[in-house]
């Protein structure tokens, strides 16, 4: 059974087309890629399907149910997280703190037992720490616990903010751009985390990156854009010699 599944997707922001007429389907258990050059629509997809932006037209469903108008907040208590292109984390905060934010956010206990520190409160935030710390510790960075994230270096960062996303144990990941600021050697890494991420986690993934060495190695199908269409899908063989593809990223003559 499909996981996700973008029906006839179109955006339009007054006289720009940014996607037009896009369907994908994601199943469990997949690394989708999704690639295409600079504007091709990319991130508008992202948020449409994290909910950030509302479709002109078509349909988004997850695990078969139509998510069209839930909010972010409520996509991801159905198991959708996403990372950014830019990081987004609470730098003054520590490392084991950022993890444990989205923990505490979809935890049950109220403001009242927080405010009194009654028995189910001081549950539930050892239960945050144990899971952040489960995580870090996963990923090979449980001794930056204490460490402030904002002092970190980006690919640890990296690492830091996909945590962050697993501690909401989602069923779909969505990333857009993790290799971004990483060389080669943590790119080739992150590519080997992955792996291990859907082995452990039982986590779907949809992929936005530049780096096709990273999308090649991840992933077992992947989707083109490029002005907003999906030019090309299939297997990374597949679309790497696509003559629509190269052309999309090198020109013509190139193709």
């Known amino acids: 059974m499909a996981l996700l599944e973008v029906e006839h997707v179109s955006v339009r922001f007054g006289g720009v087309q940014a996607l037009d007429d ?49 909010k972010p907040n409520r996509r ?17 905060l520590t490392v084991l703190e950022n993890l444990m934010v989205p923990v505490d956010a979809f935890s049950p206990r109220g403001l009242v037992a927080d405010g009194l520190r009654l028995p189910r409160a001081r549950i539930e935030e050892r239960r945050a720490d144990e899971r952040a710390r489960a995580v870090l510790h996963f990923l090979g960075i449980g001794s930056l616990a204490t ?13 830091v903010e996909l945590g962050r996303a697993l501690c909401l144990r989602p069923k779909l990941l969505l990333l857009d751009e993790p290799a971004a600021g990483l060389d080669a050697g943590e790119t080739a890494g992150l590519a080997a985390l992955l792996s291990r991420v859907r082995e452990r986690f039982s986590t779907s993934m949809l992929l936005v990156d530049h780096d096709m060495a990273l999308v090649m190695r991840a992933c077992e199908h ?17 679309v790497r010699d696509d003559s629509r593809v190269v052309q999309a990223y090198l020109g013509r003559g190139a193709a």
């Open 147 to 159: 460490t402030p994230a904002g002092g970190l270096p980006v690919g640890l960062q990296r690492r």
């Open 222 to 238: 992947i989707y083109v854009l490029d002005y907003g269409r999906v030019i090309a899908s299939g297997a990374p063989s597949v």
């Open 22 to 70: 896009v369907s994908l389907t994601l199943n469990r258990g997949e690394i989708l890629g999704l690639i295409g050059p600079n504007g091709a629509g990319k991130t508008t997809l992202f948020n449409c399907l994290s909910g950030v932006q509302r479709p002109t037209s078509g349909r988004v469903r997850f695990e078969g149910r139509s998510v069209d108008g839930l």
């Open 76 to 92: 991801a208590r159905l198991g959708l997280a996403r990372t950014f292109q830019n990081l987004q984390l609470f730098s003054d």
